[in-house]
């Protein structure tokens, strides 16, 4: 079966560069999810979409920006890279916006290094 | 808030122990509960849910119950493999669009020979 897909896996870049992170769900899921998980750490919600709109915001800097596109894959643009965005970034996608229903699948991640 | 409080690892247990890890959660609401896994260099898989009190997920020989009255999710396996070495998070997720796992800080289980 069809898991959601991150592109890249790997991601190295200086500080304050720009990255892009690319996140297809699984096929017919409308609602995407971001999560940053810090070496040790556990993942921390960032954002989701639902439908294409801007569902729940967490813990995002201002640095950070995402969207979600007609075709319902989502991209999370990050700039003026800091040290401390280094880390693993995990999309999640279901299948309608019930989250009490609805489970969420992940992807396999996109490891972030800034140096 | 919602939280989610998980038993400090690491767990190292022989092959064929008994497991269990802890976790307990607050909420607003009445959260749905979850148990991922995370193998080494991989992503989060979902092991088992339960949407209700007193419900029991179960997967792969996992198993845990949704105590309401101890807002528990205890994590058990009668006989833990080589192969469940991993680290587990307990999460919880509430009624709402598209709103976000909160996730326990995650247990690292290692099952040795």
């Known amino acids: 079966a069809a898991g959601v897909i991150q592109s890249p896996r790997h991601l190295i870049k200086e500080k304050r560069e720009t990255a892009t992170l690319k996140c297809y769900p699984i096929p017919r899921h409308d609602t995407v999810y971001w999560y940053q998980q810090g070496p040790g750490q556990d993942p921390q919600f960032l954002i989701s979409?639902?439908?294409?709109?801007?569902?729940d915001k967490g813990s995002i800097p201002d640095r950070f920006s995402a969207q979600q596109f007609s075709d319902y894959h989502s991209e999370l643009n990050m700039s003026s890279l800091e040290l401390g965005d280094s880390a693993l970034y995990f999309c999640?996608?279901?299948?309608?916006?019930?989250?009490?229903?609805?489970?969420?699948?992940f992807g396999a991640g996109t490891r972030l290094s800034v140096l | 808030g919602n939280s989610v409080t998980q038993m400090e690892g690491p767990v190292t247990l022989s092959e064929e122990a008994f497991l269990t890890i802890n976790c307990t959660y607050t909420?607003?609401?009445?959260?749905?509960l979850f148990w991922y896994v995370q193998y080494p260099g991989e992503g989060l898989q979902l092991l088992l849910k339960a949407t209700k009190a007193d419900d029991k997920g179960s997967n792969k020989g996992f198993e845990a119950t949704y105590r309401k009255e101890t807002t528990s999710f205890h994590l058990e396996k009668g006989s833990v493999q080589v192969s469940d070495s991993a680290v587990y998070f307990c999460a919880l997720t509430v009624a709402g669009t598209a709103s976000k796992l909160t996730f326990g800080t995650g247990t690292r289980l290692q099952v040795t020979l």
């Open positions: 979409f639902y439908e294409k709109m801007q569902s």
């Open positions: 909420a607003t609401g009445y959260p749905s």
């Open positions: 999640a996608s279901s299948l309608g916006g019930r989250t009490d229903k609805n489970i969420q699948y």
